[in-house]
């Protein structure tokens, strides 16, 4: 099967040619989630028209176009219900009819981070699994569930997709979603700078000397034993790994896959969140594995497959 895809971020949109697990090709169009999604249609509608051009393939040979978005979606009415300051034209838009005018096919919308799990279980690290947790750890936190080989949504669209807003401190930071102490207000990029500066001997570690505080420069310093990047680490690695086990209680996976930019760093996070949620993690039936996530910045592509031939 062929189809159209893009994965929409906060600063750019990769659209793509897809063909079952392959991707035929793609190019990124950069975007600015500040000043809304309209301004961007014409050249995303451009990419992909330059796509097809360039593969030979015809949009009536694709089976539709699937849209990740960074946001909250109700996939079963084609409408973005919340965008999180990213975007907030969108919810406005008539994407459906947007696609049919440029592409004359059908389109389905998707969150982001059920994309990524659609495109982990097709063709990466949960291939083969029909229980499965997805977390992208990155800017923010994202997740998603699938139960029995589907997705799960729930009556509010919400169900599964909110992994990064699984209280870890009742008592900790002010999330952007308006919660206190969510798993991303404690440990993801936007929030790790936050943190940091309020950290004991911040001021005097090489970690203040950095041009920016990044996850990139913790795990690096972490390992040429800073103390203040060393504690931060480890603080992050425990608020990922509790997550974790908060979301195997929730929804009974065989497997949770990890993904995002953090985990350039995977050799030191999956097995400490793997021994984490073996001694934690309450699974009479036995343990669930924690893998790195394979695809990288393709998984939300190639789930536009199994996305488009999924009955709602």
């Known amino acids: 099967m062929k189809a159209l ?13 897809v063909e079952d697990r392959s991707i035929l090709a793609s190019e990124v169009v ?24 360039k593969t030979g393939v015809k949009a009536s040979d694709c089976a539709g176009l699937a849209f990740s978005f960074c946001a909250m979606v109700d996939s079963r009415t084609t409408r ?45 690290a949960a291939r083969g699994y029909s229980d499965v947790v997805m977390i992208t750890l990155g800017t923010g936190i994202g997740g998603a569930a699938m139960i ?14 909110l992994g990064g807003h699984i209280p870890a401190d009742f008592e900790g930071h002010a999330c952007t979603c308006g919660a206190i102490g969510c798993t991303e207000a404690e440990a993801s990029g936007w929030a790790i700078p936050i943190v940091a500066r309020e950290r004991p ?35 992050c690695l425990k608020v990922w790994a509790s997550g974790t086990v908060g979301l195997i209680h929730s929804f009974d996976p065989e497997i949770v896959v990890i993904g995002g930019g953090v985990m350039k760093s995977a050799h030191i996070i999956q097995p400490f969140v793997q021994a ?15 893998r790195a996530a394979e695809l990288g910045n393709n998984a939300g592509l190639l789930g536009a497959v199994p996305l488009l031939t999924e009955s709602i």
């Open 201 to 235: 001997g911040y001021a005097s570690s090489r970690l203040a000397k950095e041009p920016a505080i990044t996850f990139e420069a913790i795990f690096r310093l972490a390992e040429e034993k800073d103390p203040v990047a060393q504690a931060l680490r480890d603080r």
């Open 30 to 53: 950069t975007t600015d989630g500040k000043t809304g999604l309209k301004p961007s249609l014409p050249g995303i509608a451009t990419s992909l028209k330059k796509l097809l051009e």
């Open 5 to 17: 895809a893009i994965d929409l971020g906060g600063t750019h949109a990769t659209c793509a040619v």
């Open 80 to 124: 973005i219900l919340s965008t999180n300051q990213k975007y907030d034209d969108a919810r406005d838009l008539d994407l459906q009819r947007w696609t049919k005018s440029e592409l004359g096919i059908r389109l389905r919308l998707e969150n982001d981070a059920r994309m990524a799990l659609l495109g982990e279980f097709y063709a990466g």
């Open 276 to 290: 984490y949620v073996e001694k934690h993690a309450w699974t009479p039936w036995g343990k669930v594995k924690v």
């Open 148 to 161: 029995d080989g589907r997705l799960l949504r729930g009556k509010h669209a919400q169900a599964g997709c």
